[in-house]
């Protein structure tokens, strides 16, 4: 599916870096840049897929879950910057109005909603669940947007002539560049700064760990992403004094809630026994004002 779609971008870049120069169109060269990086795009997301299938080994015990997040970062930090390239060459366009070919523009934008529309297409049905893939299919999604905006403008410079709609549109481009790519970044950050993820509280997962029978107290929480969709989390539980057996029992119960409720299934969970039964006692934390 990459393949093919890495493919048929770079064909259609060719195509638009070729009729915008021909047309004086700078906002068919703008898309063809767009269109550049969304071939980068589906290249890095290709090589995240391949990467993150890698086993974990001694040197990544984490294994490489984290590859396709990593290239979904870079792949939206390399839109910002061709949005501020886009910015001023447009500004430029918008002091000096150059003359363009408007039916060029029509056709070959026409060309590209037909492309990214069956890019999409196939991205869309593996994307759910995937930072990676769904990185490449905003990418598209931008682009399909970007190409219906041409066609717009073009038809409004042939009747109008109006040449500042050429740049106007290139500017509109980078804005939507930047727009499709910011919640990518801010996604992708989030897994790489190994913040809590999107959508959980932590006061919501400590207080269900708290109602399952035998938990005294929870403490020292955290809660991670280690690739897409595989959470992490570790802690200290504090139970009563008792058996392993036990002790084992209530830990299988934390793990039960933790997989059905939150969906996280690698924990690293540390039991610690209280000296008697805080419930009883009213024993502190710390130990004081306990019964002995």
Not at 83 to 96: C, V
Request: glycine share 10%; net charge negative.
């Amino acid at each position: 599916m990459l393949t093919w779609s890495l493919g048929l971008t770079i064909a259609f870049v060719a195509v638009e870096v070729f009729f915008g120069f021909r047309a004086g169109s700078l906002a068919l060269l703008s898309d063809a840049g767009h269109n550049f990086t969304d071939a980068l795009a589906l290249a890095l997301a290709g090589f995240g897929v391949y990467v993150q299938a890698r086993p974990a080994d001694e040197h990544k015990t984490y294994g490489y879950q984290r590859a396709g997040v990593l290239a979904a970062f870079v792949n939206a930090l390399t839109l910002i910057v061709l949005s501020g390239f886009i910015f001023w060459e447009g500004y430029n366009r918008l002091r000096h109005p150059q003359p363009v070919q408007e039916s060029i523009m029509l056709w070959v934008a026409a060309g590209g909603v037909a492309v990214n529309g069956l890019i999409m297409w196939g991205l869309h049905r593996r994307k759910q669940g995937d930072l990676n893939l769904r990185a490449a299919w905003v990418h598209m999604f931008g682009d399909m947007l970007g190409s219906l905006g041409i066609i717009a403008g073009a038809i409004a410079i042939r009747f109008t002539g109006w040449l500042q709609i050429d740049p106007i549109l290139s500017l509109a481009i980078g804005a939507l560049i930047i727009w499709t790519a910011w919640d990518v970044i801010k996604e992708s950050l989030n897994v790489l700064l190994e913040a809590l993820p999107p959508g959980m509280k932590l006061n919501d997962v400590s207080g269900e760990m708290r109602k399952v029978e035998g938990v005294l107290e929870i403490h020292d929480l955290h809660i991670w992403t280690l690739g897409l969709n595989n959470h992490a989390l570790s802690c200290h539980v504090l139970i009563e004094d008792q058996p392993h057996s036990s002790s084992e029992a209530i830990l299988q119960r934390v793990n039960a809630v933790l997989h059905h409720r939150f969906a996280i299934h690698h924990t690293t969970i540390q039991l610690e026994h209280a000296p008697c039964a805080l419930s009883e006692s009213g024993c502190s934390m710390d130990g004081t004002n306990c019964c002995s």
